[in-house]
């Protein structure tokens, strides 16, 4: 269990002489989280704001130009330069060579789209006349018919019939001569007399008529002797372009990276001016800072510039209106958990980060759920394998391996002590017991499991509370000391009542149920009293009294809900091997004798069980962890800490 890391707001004073050279120690060393304070700047330094903001979008607009250019020569960006030679480069010394390089690049890629378009026009022709090569008639005298229309050209398969139909009504002749899964090539043929009319239904149909240049004269085999030949030229046109645009590559790779990591650290340090308060001579620059790093960014800052004034204030927990950023940076296979708790939220600066918590439960609750060794193993390896990256449609969970393979683990550990393997409950010995021959006790086991965490909910609300100083909803908030002391004196009250030989009476817990739950109903009242807020009610005292019943009432459902949805947790384990007996069940149905068939049954019903269940109850260990234990002590909300970096870093 952790706090976010300790942050320590910072102040600075720059003058104005040594604004590159601060901001460049600020940006270099990442951990210095930047609140904005250009609202600070005086009147005279608008001026200097306005400009720096341009500078920003004149880099940004050279950045974009620089990536298409790398794009088109298929340059792909490379890696960042050493932090020595992350400076600032002046708009007008980099802009004519990037339009030089994009005139370039832009005159190869005309060139080539030209070349490969000509290549696809002719290939389209002889695509189109190689049906009809074996006629004998001269094309040229299709061009202009006196007494018939003549279309030949490509059409959508699905659009041949429709057009068929559209002219069944007017004499003309439609013959399909060559066809594909999408394409067809067709010939109509009509009358002059009804030209436009075929023309508007070839159209309808998104039929592309062959349109040769008068160049190409004689019959359709002739005319696609002298294609080929324009072909084989355009491939050459085509190659010797590529051939170019290769060259270019090579000889502008290494100046095009160049210039993107030089623009894009000039673009963000302008970006980061921009966000200074600007003073007559000075800047004021205003963020946050770990508190161990507070020491190391301090003296790289007074050697960039002596004349810098540094005001550091350590932030304190209490601090609970303070917006402060919150650092999360668990190693291992905690960060592949603290996943899970930014999915929900990211914790506030006074409180408890759950990445700890949720790593010893929610392993916990799906190896209970989903007991079963050889299941167990089976995501163990799957985990693996997803987080290996190695095969390229599971990168995109590769996040979840580590929560798979710990999952697995202990899903292994409770097949062992529910004696299950692959569904099998007559191979291994149980070491506790086999949930569907104890169904109560397991159940009443899991309730007791969900007492605890919900207990341990209410200590760490409690303390999340005492660190923010937050007096009132330490002591008389319902997730704090006096729903605490109400939740525990129900369950001696339950107990007392249906446990034979219980050895405290009910009576006992009477007295501090009901103290508790007038506290827990006054609670807003309590805390205006102790925090000296006046008035303590606010609006109309029956309406409040009305609430507070309501609230009340509220409060005890969600404590009985709460706690009985852990029954959830048993339940899946006895599901869980009833579910493997049925897949038993078909097998033997399908094959009494257990033959082949017999096992294939009993493999797909394992690899069900595996997929479908095992979603399933990873889906409510979630609801279990979300809804019931971090709704007692964890609201979220917080900051992300976001340093400014010139070059790029896998940390958070």
């Not at 270099?28 to 979008?57: C, N, P, R």
């Not at 370039?104 to 000509?118: F, H, I, M, R, W």
């Not at 007074?302 to 609970?320: D, F, M, V, W, Y």
């Amino acid at each position: 269990m952790f706090y976010p890391q300790s942050m320590t707001e910072t102040e600075l004073i720059v003058p104005e002489k040594d604004l590159l050279a601060v901001t460049r120690v600020l940006a270099g060393q990442g951990v210095f989280h930047q609140t904005d304070a250009s609202y600070l700047s005086s009147e005279m330094a608008i001026a200097s704001v306005d400009s720096w903001q341009g500078k920003a979008t004149a880099y940004a607009a050279l950045e974009r130009r620089v990536l298409a250019a790398m794009q088109a020569l298929d340059v792909e960006e490379g890696p960042p330069p050493a932090a020595e030679r992350a400076s600032m480069i002046e708009v007008e010394v980099v802009r004519p060579l990037v339009e030089q390089i994009e005139q370039e690049v832009q005159k190869a890629s005309e060139q080539l789209a030209s070349e490969q378009e000509q290549l696809e026009q002719l290939q389209s022709y002889v695509h189109q006349l190689e049906p009809l090569a074996g006629i004998a008639l001269d094309v040229g005298a299709l061009r202009q018919p006196r007494y018939l229309f003549s279309m030949l050209g490509l059409i959508p398969v699905a659009n041949v019939e429709r057009l068929q139909m559209s002219l069944a009504r007017i004499p003309s002749v439609l013959l399909t001569l060559r066809q594909d899964s999408r394409k067809a090539v067709v010939w109509l043929v009509g009358t002059q007399r009804n030209a436009d009319i075929l023309k508007r239904g070839a159209r309808s149909a998104y039929l592309n008529p062959l349109n040769l240049p008068d160049a190409y004269q004689g019959t359709p085999s002739e005319i696609i002797e002298s294609l080929q030949t324009g072909i084989e030229r355009a491939q050459q046109h085509v190659a010797e372009q590529k051939a170019t645009m290769t060259g270019l590559h090579e000889a502008r790779k290494e100046q095009l990276q160049m210039l993107l990591w030089r623009v894009r650290v000039s673009r963000m340090l302008a970006d980061v001016i921009t966000r200074f308060g600007r003073l007559r001579y000075t800047c004021l620059i205003v963020g946050w800072v770990p508190s161990s790093g507070v020491a190391d960014l301090t003296q790289q800052l007074t050697q960039a510039s002596p004349g810098i004034l540094i005001e550091t204030t350590p932030s304190k927990r209490g601090g609970i209106k303070q917006n402060v950023p919150v650092a999360l940076h668990n190693p291992g296979i905690l960060h592949a958990f603290q996943l899970l708790v930014t999915t929900y939220a990211r914790p506030r600066y006074e409180e408890v980060d759950p990445t700890l918590l949720i790593m010893l439960t929610f392993p916990l609750l799906f190896g209970a759920m989903f007991g079963d060794v050889g299941h167990g193993l089976v995501l163990v390896l799957l985990g693996g394998l997803v987080a290996s990256r190695k095969v390229r449609a599971l990168r995109g969970l590769a996040s979840l391996g580590m929560i798979i393979v710990a999952c697995g683990l202990v899903a292994t550990l409770f097949g062992f002590l529910y004696g299950s393997i692959f569904g099998l409950e007559n191979v291994l010995p149980a070491l506790w017991l086999r949930p569907m021959d104890n169904i109560m006790q397991i159940l009443m086991v899991a309730i007791g499991a969900g007492v605890v965490l919900l207990s341990l909910g209410f200590l760490l609300g409690m303390l999340n509370a005492w660190r923010a100083r937050d007096w009132g909803r330490l002591l008389f908030d319902h997730n704090g000391f006096a729903g605490f002391v109400l939740y525990w004196s129900l369950i001696g009250l339950a107990a007392g009542a249906f446990v034979v030989g219980f050895p405290v009476r009910p009576l006992v817990f009477v007295v501090p149920a009901a103290v508790a739950g007038l506290a827990v109903m006054f609670s807003e009242v309590l805390t205006h009293l102790i925090a000296g807020h006046r008035p303590l009610v606010e609006g109309g005292l029956g309406t409040y009294a009305i609430g507070t019943i309501f609230e009340l009432f509220e409060t005890l459902i969600s404590f009985l809900s709460n706690s009985l949805s852990y029954v959830r947790v048993g339940a899946f384990a006895v599901a869980h091997g009833g579910l493997s007996a049925v897949v038993f069940i078909l097998a033997l149905m399908v094959s009494p004798n257990r033959g082949v068939g017999y096992w294939i049954v009993v493999a797909l019903g394992n690899l069900f069980i595996i997929g479908f269940e095992g979603l399933i109850v990873g889906i409510q260990t979630m609801r279990l962890e979300y809804y019931e234990f971090f709704s007692k002590f964890f609201a979220g909300g917080g900051m992300r800490y976001q340093p400014i970096r010139l070059l790029p870093t896998t940390k958070e």
